[in-house]
């Protein structure tokens, strides 16, 4: 068996623990709350650290940023324009699940698996354009669409972009790079241990919060939903990877972004914004199962 084949055996494995643990209540699906956090504020600004503390920076890294926020807006409003004859609350709904990605907990501990610190950097890059797109315009859209159930303006917008540690560690520890400024190694050091959990806690984390109970009553609107997110995810995502004249992954990070599953932070948003919870948290499984395995074919097909 090929490494890459092992790498997604071996995360189905952990994601089927982490469920195992829940069903037998070992552990609850509200204590992922506290293992995201961990992850987020903790292993992820680690694993960061760790992968760009030698990074060279050329321009297509910076161009991965620029594409992650022009795909998060195109997306958004492609979206908006599909669901644009339903009622609002769709709009907003669904509106808000479509730019943005899941790169933290699903892409990292994949990548970092199969492509190593490498691999990482790219996704690093992409997922700072994404970090706009997640704690800007999907946070906008729910907003806007609400009815008035949360609050939303310009200081919301910008007090939940200072408050993401993983966005802000990417900043700084790209402007020490950019100025050729290294960390203490005991810092380095340390980040690389603590980062060593990333990847088994994210796929603990994947399977804590797996839900197979979904919304009834919501086919038709799911449907187009899914039709949609991954017609643009597929399509924008094929032709780069086909078309850039960029080095293989370069093109691999943006095929394999593209159709990622939909941002976790739609479901405190469904929260804030009082919107339909368990239809939100359906979704948002459903993607996660279907881009684990859009992923794994393609990285049959193209590696």
Do not use: H
């Amino acid at each position: 068996m090929d490494s890459f084949n092992l790498q997604f055996l071996i995360s189905i494995a952990i994601i089927a623990l982490g469920y195992l643990l829940k069903r037998t209540n070992i552990v609850k699906e509200s204590d992922g709350e506290g293992v995201a956090r961990i992850i987020f504020n903790f292993t992820l600004p680690c694993l960061i650290i760790v992968t760009f503390q030698d990074i060279v920076f050329v321009p297509s890294l910076f161009y991965l940023i620029v594409i992650g926020i022009v795909y998060g807006i195109v997306a958004g409003f492609l979206g908006l324009w599909v669901f644009r004859n339903n009622s609002k609350d769709a709009k907003g709904m669904f509106g808000m699940m479509i730019p943005g990605l899941n790169i933290g907990l699903f892409a990292y501990p994949l990548v970092e698996g199969i492509f190593g610190f490498e691999g990482l950097k790219y996704f690093g890059m992409f997922d700072v354009g994404n970090s706009f797109i997640v704690f800007g315009l999907i946070y906008i859209i729910a907003g806007y669409y609400s009815g008035g159930m949360g609050t939303l303006d310009a200081r919301s917008v910008l007090f939940k972009l200072t408050r993401s540690i993983p966005l802000q560690t990417y900043i700084i520890v790209s402007i020490l790079r950019l100025f050729e400024i290294s960390l203490p190694s005991f810092v380095t050091e340390v980040s690389s241990v603590i980062s060593g959990a990333n990847m088994p806690l994210s796929l603990l984390l994947l399977g804590i919060y797996l839900n197979f109970s979904f919304a009834k009553g919501y086919g038709k609107l799911l449907m187009k939903f899914l039709i949609t997110k991954y017609s643009i995810g597929l399509t924008l995502g094929i032709s780069a990877y086909i078309f850039l004249p960029m080095e293989e992954m370069f093109r691999f990070t943006l095929l394999i972004g593209f159709i990622l599953p939909t941002s976790v932070s739609v479901l405190p948003y469904a929260l804030m914004f009082g919107y339909n919870q368990r239809l939100v948290g359906t979704a948002s499984n459903i993607t996660m199962i279907i881009s684990f395995f859009l992923v794994w074919i393609i990285v049959n097909v193209t590696m």
